[in-house]
């Protein structure tokens, strides 16, 4: 298989720091295997660009499966907090995708930054928002047109740097010729809404693809740090 991506983050037009990070930073090609992973980092003072950064620089130097790599970005967290206690409450969300040379798809996921895949047209996000709200919709108590407004819609229930022991979501799958993948955080999906982001996510280039996404969302606002990366899959 044959990879070409490219990504960005932008602060947004509220925040004062971007406490996303985000790898390879530089666009590439490859046959494989390529390894993409958004990070969006929280906690006071500078802590969540510490876990941010920390958690995707361990999780991309690791060996092995996206799960992995993100049990060695945790590790890394839990072990920086016990060294400098000040640094303690910081987190961060992590997805991570391995894409093989043969088009495996290897992914692995915590917090409410979210993957999506387009393929053939319909997009498809394949994973799940580590957060309240979104639990409180899968059981059918909250109406997803209420998440927007809901004073807790930023509790995540999973985070990177909890605990040493997290539970880590999985998604595997083999890539298809044609397909786009989006990696993305929470800047973008929460100001600009799935359908816009499938007619967005269209545009020719993955490098325009991206900064295409970047401008909608800061468009809607821009209230949080955006972070994209937008693989192409080719035979
Ligand atoms: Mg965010």
Known sequence: MNYAWAGATHLGRVRTNNEDAFEPTADGVSSGPVVLAVADGMGGHVAGEVASRLAIDAAMSAKGSARERILAGNDRVVEAVVADPSLAGMGTTLTLVVLGADGELDLAHIGDSRAYQL???DLLQITSDHTLVAELVAEGRLDPKEVRAHPQRNLLT??????????????????HDGDRLL???DGLSAMVDDPEIAEL???ATPEEAVWTL???ANRAGGEDNVTVIVVDVTA
Do not use: H, N, T
């Open 119 to 121: 393929r053939a047209g």
């Open 158 to 175: 999973r985070v990177i740097g909890m605990g040493k022991q997290i539970e880590v979501e999985e998604f595997s799958d083999s890539a």
């Open 183 to 185: 990696l993305c955080s």
């Open 201 to 203: 996510l269209a545009a």
């Open 214 to 216: 970047v401008e909608a």
